[in-house]
């Protein structure tokens, strides 16, 4: 099975980013193949079609370079989110190489690219992160390292222990890394087991562990949906006790911890009622 894949021009690479800390997105492509049931991105992609076909039809942005290279020398410097609302690293990456030659340009014109994806694929542009060290940094997604859950919920990814070793060999090459473990789904991945080896594995790689709870959208509560039942509990869900208990044990094991809703790693963390 292969994803539909259109072409588009766009006027503006770069993005004014709604979140907080990055002042820009870039997304190179409108669609995302790993098809995540949870997945928010689609209530932000304008296009109806890959919007209500979430995951079958990919735009690719065949001319965000050379938008992105204009840009770059008549807009301020400063943080860009690559692949807020897709994955940069999707497969379709490897062929047309948008993410990587848009992080080059990015970081060759003192721009800081904070990257998150659950794609190995990003291996691939080590030689150009290394280069950077210290402009860039790289977020892995892991809502769980069981790929049983996983399937369920990110049928196309990679296995998550394919993302930790990926996110080893990042850190390993002193890039700044960060987990992301979200959404946190009722009785799926909220078992202290789970979030014990992901704080571990965070700690093992130094990276800063991100949390967010499963925020319900109203895709989700048709009743033939994947996460209807999970998305109804989540509602009443004990999300400050969870939390609580998150911060915990990244005390314990001298992990850096902050809610996700506010994810790249240059944010503070805040007092845990503006994220329930
Ligand atoms: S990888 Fe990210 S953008 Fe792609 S479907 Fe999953 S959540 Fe959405």
Redesign the pocket.
Known sequence: MKPKITSIRVREALSKSGLPDLDYALNPYMG?W???T??Y?RLYTHLRDIAENW?EIIAVKENIVEVLRHEVKVKKPGVVGVGT???AY?PIEASYKLTRQSISILLDNGFHASIQT?NTLVLRDLDILVEHRGKVDVGF?ITSLDKKITSLI?PR?PPPKARARALYKVSSEGIETWLFYGPIIPRLNDDLETIKELVELASATNSVFYYDKLRVKPFMLNPSHPLYIAAKRARNYPWRRLYEKIHEICRMKRVECRPGMEYTPTRQTSTLDKYL
Request: contains cysteine; hydrophobic residues 25%; charged residues 20%.
């Open positions: 995302c790993h098809a995540c949870y997945c991105a995951g609302i897709t994955d999707q659950k997604t990110e990814a």
